[in-house]
């Protein structure tokens, strides 16, 4: 049996959310180049099969009626009497799959109790970890595998007089010590049922199924058209597929909105070589190796002691330089609106508190951008 396992909240630092303007994938999809899929592409990843009915009437509803529904769900997970869940990273499973075979690899699990909280009505908060992302190679192909867990809170009715501690829980279905003093960020659900589309996307494709990983990742794109890791599936895809003008168009599409992608860089400079553009792929392999070198946060980290000393066009290529990698980060468009603003540059300040503002994911941060926003344009205005 595989325990979940309870993280404090304070050692989970928000960083950044999935909130941007779409872009618009339509134009990259090659539909009739394809088969129909093996079996039906669904993002209805929460639904609760007639066995899960069963358990949260006969289970779950009491508890939550006795011990309220945090208490519950949390013994759900906990108590080797229930569900007895097992870890296991053969594929990706909807919550119904996960429930029936009591296992799943952290998505599914994460995926399977957000469909009990949310009968529940209780509260959930998706998380995305950084420092658990692990790259492999398949058939010459990059992939990138995330960490992702789950944040419950109480009932609203009961948080009067809890602390912020006693009022938020992360569950996590990897050991503290392998993910204790990493940061994470807030994503929406949009993004989650992305992530569970892509990856059935690169399992079918590693199985071999390339018309069923073309429309898995396509449905990742439509889901959350922000989530760029399914372009980099179906750039993968193309190519295994042998269209390569199409997989070039797809890599470099999203690449334009995240110049400091690595798994981009690494598959579009691999497209480059098969099109016989050596150049452009001895360019792209030089950019990746240079952004490689640094680790996640390095930039912002030093950024945010650059603004500390006074450094602002320091701190602002610092900032600029994680957006780069990660574009729909709201707190790195924050600071990169208080170097400009530092700076004299009103009108990228207001341009990137407005992103911040867009990209956020929680009322809190919303009503920060906001305020940081209207206080911008009242100079403006004066």
């Known amino acids: 049996m595989k325990s979940f396992w309870l993280l404090p909240a304070a050692l989970l630092l928000s960083a950044c959310a999935s909130v941007a303007p779409a872009p618009e994938p339509a134009a990259l999809f090659a539909d009739a180049r394809f088969g129909a899929p093996r079996a039906p592409v669904s993002d209805e990843v929460f639904a609760l099969s007639p066995s899960m009915r069963r358990y949260l009437a006969e289970e779950l509803a009491p508890r939550a009626r006795q011990r309220g ?116 960020r807030y994503v929406d659900e949009a993004t989650v049922v992305a992530m569970y589309l892509n990856n059935r996307a690169v399992e079918a494709l590693a199985a071999g199924h390339t018309d069923d990983a073309y429309w898995w990742a396509r449905a990742a794109m439509l889901r959350q058209p922000r989530f760029l890791s399914a372009y980099n599936t179906l750039g993968v895809v193309y190519r295994r597929h042998g269209d390569l003008a199409a997989a070039e168009r797809v890599l470099g599409y999203a690449l334009e909105r995240e110049p400091g992608n690595t798994q981009l860089l690494s598959n579009l400079a691999l497209v480059a070589a098969d099109l016989g553009k050596a150049a452009d792929a001895e360019r792209l392999r030089t950019r990746l190796a240079a952004i490689e070198s640094a680790a996640p946060f390095a930039y912002f980290d030093r950024g945010i002691e650059a603004m500390r000393q006074g450094r602002y066009a320091e701190a602002r290529s610092d900032f600029q330089r994680e957006i780069d990698r990660a574009a729909y980060a709201h707190e790195f468009h924050f600071w990169l609106a208080l170097a400009n603003a530092a700076l004299g540059d009103a009108s990228l300040a207001r341009r990137h508190m407005k992103l911040a503002q867009q990209y956020s994911s929680t009322p809190a941060e919303h009503a920060l951008y906001t305020a940081k926003l209207d206080r911008l344009n009242a100079r403006r205005v004066h």
């Open 69 to 184: 529904a945090r208490a519950a769900l949390l013994a759900m997970l906990q108590d080797p009497r229930q569900l007895r869940l097992t870890y296991s990273t053969d594929f990706t499973r909807n919550a119904a799959e996960a429930f029936d075979a009591r296992s799943g690899n952290c998505l599914s699990l994460v995926i399977l109790t957000a469909a009990f909280a949310r009968e529940l009505q209780l509260p959930v908060r998706y998380q995305s970890v950084y420092g658990e992302q692990t790259w492999s190679r398949a058939d010459g192909y990059a992939y990138l595998t995330s960490h992702v867990n789950l944040a419950l809170t109480r009932e609203t009715t009961q948080l009067r007089g809890a602390s912020a501690s006693d009022s938020t829980v992360v569950i996590d279905f990897l050991p503290p010590d392998q993910v204790a003093g990493y940061r994470s």
